[in-house]
């Protein structure tokens, strides 16, 4: 099981939103389950981001020995470091 995240705003109205997916096998297929989106009303402080993605974790009693895939930018890259450990962090290589 893995994870990922990302920030995106919707351009039409400029709402920002975070989301967290999970990612596992299942009989050898790829599976993904959008687990959580919030829609950000706070500056998207790595502190804000990492207790969203924290709380979350914990109301669906995950525990993942993986990693958590997301883009290089600042803030969401210091809430999962700082959150989970930097041996969680693994940047896309899309970005």
Same mark, same amino acid.
């Given at each position: 099981? /893995? ?6 705003? !919707?351009?039409? @109205?400029? $709402? /920002? %939103? #975070? ?8 009989? @050898? !297929?790829?599976?993904? $389950?959008?687990?959580? $989106?919030? *829609?950000? /009303? !706070?500056?998207?402080? +790595? *502190? %804000? #981001?990492? =207790?969203?993605?924290?709380? #979350?974790? /914990? *109301?669906? =009693?995950? %525990?993942? !020995? =993986?990693?958590? $895939?997301?883009?290089? +930018?600042? =803030? &969401?890259?210091? +809430?999962?470091? @700082?959150?989970?450990? &930097?041996?969680? %962090?693994?940047?896309?290589? +899309?970005?």
């Amino acid at each position: 099981m /893995s994870l990922t995240t990302d920030i995106w705003t !919707e351009s039409l @109205n400029t $709402v /920002s %939103y #975070l989301d967290l997916t999970i990612h596992f096998l299942m009989k @050898n !297929e790829h599976k993904f $389950v959008i687990i959580g $989106v919030i *829609e950000l /009303s !706070e500056r998207h402080t +790595a *502190e %804000y #981001l990492k =207790n969203w993605l924290l709380d #979350l974790i /914990s *109301e669906w =009693n995950i %525990y993942f !020995e =993986n990693c958590i $895939v997301l883009d290089n +930018a600042a =803030n &969401i890259k210091k +809430a999962i470091i @700082n959150g989970f450990g &930097i041996d969680k %962090y693994l940047p896309c290589f +899309a970005h």
